[in-house]
């Protein structure tokens, strides 16, 4: 999608560099190029980031998560959601979180340093049971 929106940013610059040459000769019709030219420019950001949060559905909200035997739930003031355990190809853990890659989307990121030690040590091993961790704890970014 950025290749696409890139020419929508080069042809905002060159609209938006007429319309001001346009303005500073004092032609009448010089600020609507150089509108349109900022529209141009400012689309390609509104575009993607309107496609992120179609994508995920839980951009910018605050989610909870609960780890069932059948699926990883998320949950959210607009979405519920669970993931089957089927679908998730790998957990990674790093210092902070559990990133959970799940067929199809984007990574749920599980923050289990906001966990109780005991709740972390339950969900490891719930998720060592499942084979997607190891038995200890290995950050990702030391290595």
């Avoid at 009448?28 to 509104?46: K, Q, T, Y």
């Avoid at 998730?88 to 067929?103: G, H, K, L, M």
């Amino acid at each position: 999608m950025g290749g696409k929106l890139l020419r929508l940013y080069v042809l905002g610059a060159v609209v938006a560099v007429f319309g001001a040459v346009m303005f500073v000769n004092d032609i009448p019709s010089g600020a609507a190029p150089l509108a349109l030219g900022a529209g141009l420019c400012c689309f390609p950001w509104l575009v993607s980031r309107a496609a992120a949060q179609a994508r995920t559905g839980i951009l910018g909200e605050t989610a909870t998560y609960e780890l069932t035997d059948v699926d990883v739930q998320a949950h959210t003031r607009s979405l519920n959601v669970g993931y089957r355990w089927e679908s998730v190809q790998a957990v990674r853990e790093t210092p902070e979180f559990w990133v959970v890659t799940v067929a199809g989307i984007n990574p749920l990121v599980l923050p289990w340093t906001q966990l109780s030690p005991a709740e972390v040590a339950e969900a490891r091993a719930f998720l060592v049971g499942r084979g997607l961790l190891t038995g200890k704890h290995e950050s990702t970014l030391e290595r």
